[in-house]
């Protein structure tokens, strides 16, 4: 069955980087895209950006572009996603979800990874 | 990018009764035939899962009291006869563009 297990939970301090891993199973990697969204508390659910698992295209949100990278390693059929400079309002959970293509819905999701950023 | 506004922001209804939750996009959907609308359920704890793509289209295993309808601009999830497990908040996604962006929830819960 498809599976989306990511990294656990962070702690960072202002200014830090978190790099937040995802590891699929039960499908073929490279034919999907992964997308990576997050929900600050209380919030709703905001895109951060997509790769395309097989050709390693990428795309992402005007709000982060400054400071997203995500990456992916077809050999370990697993995505990344590395947010930089942290400040305390990207205290929230951190989701990765699969998607047929760039425009598409998710259909899969990780369980999600809480980042804590405090100094 | 485009907006999403889902109301209400709550609802409360009573067990066996009909629920529903209605999303207006800031612009249009509707291409190929086909709307770039999805539904989603978020339970506390737990990462949101697929109710309904392409506005009216249930995901495998989705139970048939949840249907969803509307095109272009204005959509709608509705659970016809509320069941203690769907308590939720409920959350309407646009994917017509790249940058998909989704609504801000709709808490449902059991009057």
């Known amino acids: 069955q498809v599976q989306l297990v990511q990294s656990g939970a962070e702690v960072k301090k202002p200014g830090a980087s978190v790099k937040v891993s995802c590891k699929a199973s039960?499908?073929?990697?490279?034919?999907?895209?992964v997308h990576w969204v997050c929900q600050a508390p209380g919030q709703r659910l905001e895109w951060m950006g997509w790769?395309?698992?097989?050709?390693?295209?990428?795309q992402y949100s005007s709000k982060f572009q400054d400071r997203v990278t995500i990456t992916r390693d077809t050999s370990a059929n697993t995505a990344y996603m590395e947010l930089h400079n942290l400040r305390s309002e990207d205290t929230a959970v951190y989701y990765c979800?699969?998607?047929?293509?760039?425009?598409?819905?998710?259909?899969?999701w990780g369980q999600g990874t809480l980042v804590t950023v405090s100094s | 990018d485009i907006v999403m506004t889902q109301s209400p922001d709550s609802l409360a209804v009573s067990l066996g009764e009909r629920a529903t939750i209605n999303c207006k996009s800031s612009q249009s959907l509707f291409s190929n035939n086909r709307d770039y609308l999805g539904w989603y359920q978020q339970k506390p704890g737990q990462p949101p899962k697929l109710l309904i793509y392409g506005a009216s289209t249930r995901e495998s295993g989705v139970p048939d009291r949840f249907t969803g309808s509307g095109s272009g601009t204005d959509f709608s999830l509705t659970i016809s006869t509320l069941q203690a497990e769907d308590v939720a908040v409920y959350y309407c996604?646009?994917?017509?563009?790249?940058?998909?962006?989704f609504g801000q929830g709709t808490k449902l819960e059991i009057k």
């Open positions: 996604q646009q994917y017509y563009t790249i940058t998909q962006t």
């Open positions: 790769i395309n698992a097989g050709n390693g295209n990428t």
């Open positions: 979800a699969r998607g047929i293509g760039s425009g598409s819905y998710d259909d899969y």
């Open positions: 039960g499908y073929i990697f490279t034919r999907y895209v």
